[in-house]
């Protein structure tokens, strides 16, 4: 993995906490316990500090970023989909983002929340606790239901168990080109 301290800040990183070789991880970072943080993210404390919470996935060719002297939260049991974007935002506990998703400074997207694929949460937005929007910019356009969280839970600990198989089992392997 590639977890680098800068000007005297140091990632803090769970147990159980997979990270992928080629993703980075840069100063005052926070990651918790039982997290994903899958190949190519890019999680960047340096100007400012990221904070996520436990069982929390952060897949492939995520950016995660912060203005300068703020803070970029994402609460615990949250996926955030592969190649999103979220910058100086706040992602509450269990809440969904769909792949290519945007959210951007200073918004917020509730607990239970679901940012739909390819969305744009643009700055200040609120996307309230159990709420569904898509589109550019996000628009709300329903509730998440009982039935759909027992699906995303399942969803979740996919990921919470996949950090602990990789942890456990990925092994890097070299190819010989004859």
């Not at 939260?73 to 983002?97: E, F, M, P, Q, Y």
Request: hydrophobic share 35%; aromatic share 8%; proline share 3%.
């Amino acid at each position: 993995m590639s977890v680098y301290e800068f000007e005297g800040k140091i990632p803090k990183i769970g147990i159980n906490t997979y990270i992928s070789k080629s993703a980075s991880i840069i100063g005052d970072v926070t990651i918790g316990d039982g997290c994903f943080i899958g190949p190519g993210a890019r999680i960047k404390g340096d100007y400012g500090k990221v904070v996520i919470g436990n069982e929390t996935s952060v897949q492939e060719n995520c950016v995660v970023h912060a203005r300068p002297n703020e803070i970029c939260k994402i609460g615990n049991r949250v996926n955030v989909g592969h190649a999103s974007t979220l910058h100086g935002c706040t992602i509450k506990d269990n809440a969904v983002i769909g792949m290519g998703a945007i959210i951007s400074d200073w918004a917020v997207v509730g607990e239970w929340a679901v940012v739909g694929e390819g969305a744009v949460v643009k700055q200040n937005q609120k996307i309230p606790d159990g709420k569904i929007c898509v589109g550019v910019p996000a628009k709300i356009i329903g509730e998440i239901k009982e039935d759909y969280k027992k699906e995303y839970e399942y969803f979740k600990d996919t990921y919470v168990n996949l950090a602990k198989r990789y942890i456990k089992s990925l092994k890097e392997i070299k190819i010989d080109k004859e």
